[in-house]
């Protein structure tokens, strides 16, 4: 069974700073899909980014960025220039190879990351 | 152009009542997914259908019923509400892409209130 784990349940930025925000997985899959989605406090589920798991290059879509560490299972979202409007919940999660059918997407618990001004 | 919509948006309903989510996606994609999340913010899939197959039926009450009338379209209906079916439900849709990447897209959500 497929496990994300991000261990910050809250973090704290100062606005225009750099944060990283941490998530581990588990998978017996050699192919597999990494995503992380934005929750505002409006509650819609937005998609930041995506990195698969044969990827070489770390995935940057604008100020964000994956650090993609598959030895050590890691799969870190990077927020460059925080922003107030960055001010959301943050969900890493995994899919399974497509060719197994159970393409549905396993969560971590989320982290909640605070801009201040 | 809303890609997966949900109707509706907030439900308040009594225990006991039966209720329906209607969900509908315009992105053309072949797979649609319900998800709950709970009170803790947790995600968790319930249902997946493929071309209006059923793929993937977690280990939820058999009060819920998911119905696929197209491809398009994804149906939620809940029997027999219960406090605890108290959540956020998700919509969403993808498919998979010639590089073999699939990216879920999510409705709004419906956040559903048992009194």
């Known amino acids: 069974a497929q496990k994300i784990t991000q261990t910050q349940p809250g973090m704290f930025v100062q606005e225009k700073e750099a944060v990283t925000l941490d998530c581990t997985y588990d998978?017996?899959?050699?192919?597999?899909?990494l995503f992380w989605y934005k929750q505002p406090s409006s509650g819609e589920m937005i998609f930041l980014i995506y990195?698969?798991?044969?990827?070489?290059q770390n995935a940057t879509e604008g100020r964000y960025s994956l650090n993609f560490q598959k030895a050590r299972k890691s799969a870190n979202l990077v927020i460059s220039a925080s922003q107030l409007g960055d001010s959301a919940m943050y969900f890493c999660?995994?899919?399974?190879?497509?060719?197994?059918?159970?393409?549905?997407?396993?969560f971590g618990s989320g982290t909640r990351l605070q801009v201040q001004p | 152009d809303t890609a997966v919509s949900q109707t509706p948006k907030y439900l308040v309903t009594q225990m006991g009542n039966d209720k329906s989510i209607k969900c509908e996606q315009n992105?053309?994609?072949?797979?649609m997914y319900w998800y709950k999340q709970d009170s803790k913010k947790f995600l968790k899939i319930m249902f997946s259908?493929?071309?209006?197959?059923?793929?993937i039926n977690e280990t939820v009450p058999n009060r819920f019923s998911p119905k696929s009338p197209d491809k398009a379209h994804l149906n939620l209906h809940i029997n027999s509400l219960e406090l605890g079916d108290s959540a956020v439900y998700f919509c969403?849709?993808?498919?998979?892409?010639?590089?073999?990447?699939?990216?879920?897209?999510f409705g709004p959500g419906t956040r559903l209130l048992v009194l």
């Open positions: 992105l053309g994609h072949d797979t």
């Open positions: 259908y493929n071309n209006k197959e059923l793929i």
């Open positions: 969403a849709s993808s498919q998979v892409g010639l590089a073999g990447q699939e990216t879920q897209y």
């Open positions: 990195q698969g798991s044969y990827d070489e």
């Open positions: 998978t017996r899959d050699q192919s597999y899909g």
């Open positions: 999660a995994m899919s399974r190879p497509w060719s197994t059918g159970r393409r549905a997407l396993t």
